[in-house]
């Protein structure tokens, strides 16, 4: 009797040893689990600070957009205001230059009508004097008119200029000619281009990455700075057989026109 106690008490302690070890092995896994959910939770909540951040600076820099965008406007008014004195100012030059030409065709005629020349001799002297001050008028009419026709024209390239900026900022596209990548971030996955805002690198445009007639990659503008910016590189554009570097031309990137 004390051999089936023994033994029925042995295999109680080798079941709960095997209960134990279950429920240890369980609450192992039960404690990874939750020490998972823990570094999931914290880098939502670390993507949502992030996702916060870039909406909160997006708005200020919409801001900074809508009052600039009022200042060109205003610059392109006063630009076409210009224009239009300096239009005046052409016909009333061209109109003092008509007139002096009437006066010499007048005193040619006067000449003409005179009798005794040996008897005008004094009034001819005069009279050619003054078709001689009549001819510098001209002149200096046809002068200004010619520079006030040049300054309307720099004031129109000036206007035509700044609309087309105000056009490419309204449609978010950069109009700067040509840069270069300054600096590469490969792990990041962005880089900086050695031109900013004056020279039209606009925010949220898009650019692509030259290497000779080969397009290593395309980019879009996060941060725009006077004379720097800053652009992530588009994943799905990377030309896997050329590796982005410093000094890779940087254009402004142009859609496919519509068939």
Do not use: H
Not at 75 to 92: C, H, L, M, R, Y
Request: net charge negative; with cysteine; aromatic share 4%.
């Amino acid at each position: 009797m004390a051999n089936t106690f023994g033994i029925l008490a042995a295999l109680v302690l080798a079941f709960a040893a095997y209960v134990a070890s279950k429920n240890k092995t369980s609450l192992q896994e039960e404690l990874t689990d939750i020490a998972s959910e823990q570094k999931s939770y914290k880098q939502n909540q670390d993507t949502f600070t992030e996702l916060k951040a870039q909406i909160d600076q997006l708005d200020d820099e919409t801001q900074d957009f809508q009052l600039e965008l009022k200042d060109r406007e205003a610059k392109i008014d006063q630009q076409n205001a210009k224009n239009t004195e300096v239009e005046t100012q052409i016909a009333e030059k061209e109109a003092e230059a008509k007139e002096a030409e009437n006066k010499a065709d007048e005193a040619d005629e006067v000449l003409k009508e005179l009798g005794d020349v040996a008897d005008l001799i004094p009034e001819l002297k005069r009279l050619k004097s003054s078709i001689a001050d009549l001819d510098d008028q001209i002149s200096v009419s046809d002068t200004e008119v010619s520079t006030l026709e040049n300054s309307k024209a720099t004031n129109s390239t000036e206007a035509k200029d700044l609309a087309q900026q105000l056009s490419s900022r309204n449609t978010g596209k950069s109009y700067f000619v040509t840069t270069r990548v300054r600096s590469v971030y490969r792990n990041w996955g962005f880089v900086t281009l050695g031109a900013g805002d004056n020279s039209g690198v606009v925010a949220k445009s898009k650019l692509k990455v030259l290497r000779g007639d080969e397009e290593i990659c395309q980019l879009i503008v996060t941060a725009v700075e006077d004379n720097t910016a800053a652009a992530n590189i588009i994943p799905s554009t990377v030309n896997p057989e050329l590796d982005i570097s410093v000094g890779d031309v940087v254009v402004p990137f142009e859609e496919a026109a519509a068939e």
